[in-house]
Nanobody
Framework: QVQLVESGGGLVQAGGSLRLSCTAS????????MGWFRQAPGKEREFVAA????????YYADSVKGRFTISGDNAKNVVYLQMNSLKPEDTAVYYC?????????????????WGQGTQVTVSA
C-alpha cells in the first residue's frame, strides 16, 4: 500500500512563507510524477503544482506562479512545495498526490495516490 504523508502546514501571516513536504512510502513505490492540490472550504479541489519524475519539468497554476516552487528528491521519495508571499486566498487544505501515468497533469482524477492533507492558514 503506497502512502503519502504531508507535513509543514500551519498558520502564517500574509506575506510569509511555508514549506510543505510530502514523503512517499510503500512497496516498490514508483510514480511518473507528483502534484500538489488544495481545497478551500466550500470549493472544489484545485491544482497547484506538478513535477515530472525526473524533476526536469514543473507546472504551476496561474494563481501561484512566481510565488510557489515545487521540487523533489527522488532518492528520499520526497516532494516539496515552497510557498512564498502567501496570501489569505491561499488558505486551504493542501494535498500531495502521485500519478502512475499522467506526468505533469493538473487533473485530480489522473492521480492514483493521495495524502491526508495538511492545513495552511494565511491571516490578513
Amino acid at each position: 500500500q503506497v502512502q503519502l504523508v504531508e507535513s509543514g502546514g500551519g498558520l502564517v501571516q500574509a506575506g510569509g512563507s511555508l514549506r510543505l513536504s510530502c514523503t512517499a512510502s510503500g512497496p516498490t513505490f514508483s510514480s511518473n510524477g507528483m502534484g500538489w492540490f488544495r481545497q478551500a472550504p466550500g470549493k472544489e479541489r484545485e491544482f497547484v503544482a506538478a513535477i515530472t519524475r525526473s524533476g526536469s519539468n514543473t507546472y504551476y497554476a496561474d494563481s501561484v506562479k512566481g510565488r510557489f516552487t515545487i521540487s523533489g528528491d527522488n532518492a528520499k521519495n520526497v516532494v516539496y512545495l515552497q510557498m512564498n508571499s502567501l496570501k489569505p486566498e491561499d488558505t486551504a487544505v493542501y494535498y500531495c498526490a502521485a500519478t502512475a501515468y499522467f506526468s505533469g497533469s493538473a487533473y485530480p482524477n489522473h492521480y492514483n495516490y493521495w495524502g491526508q492533507g495538511t492545513q495552511v492558514t494565511v491571516s490578513a
